[in-house]
């Protein structure tokens, strides 16, 4: 198991932005599929968006043209930075990284929470 980190969450209001970070504590280019996931009350865990090793990217459609998912290879760090907000957006988001060799692993979650 590989220990993710989430960071980033907060409260903003109605057309706000957030970035969040996930931090791996080692090479992200060992990991085929990293991911955001987001979790509202009562509702299941739903997909927000993935990017491959090789960058491809797959957004979610009610956060398209909104939200962008990216790697920073360098820091280690996976990034959901977030745009035009809305409440409907607020839930505890979390990190995923999926391998052959280590597995599908999560984070602990971060929340965000859109409200004026």
């Known amino acids: 198991q590989v220990q993710l980190v989430e960071s980033g969450g907060g409260l903003v209001q109605p057309g706000g932005s957030l970035r969040l970070s996930c931090a791996v504590p080692r090479s992200i280019s060992s990991f085929s599929s990293m991911g955001w996931y987001r979790q509202a009350p009562g509702k299941q865990r739903e997909l927000v968006a993935t990017i491959t090793s090789g960058g491809y990217t797959n957004l979610a459609e009610p956060v398209k043209g909104r939200f962008a998912i990216s790697r920073d290879n360098a820091q280690n760090t996976l990034i959901l930075q977030m745009n035009s907000l809305k409440p409907e957006d607020t839930a505890v988001y979390y990190c995923?990284?999926?391998?052959?060799?280590?597995?599908?692993?999560w984070g602990q979650g971060t929340q965000v929470t859109v409200s004026s």
């Open positions: 995923n990284a999926y391998s052959v060799r280590w597995g599908n692993n």
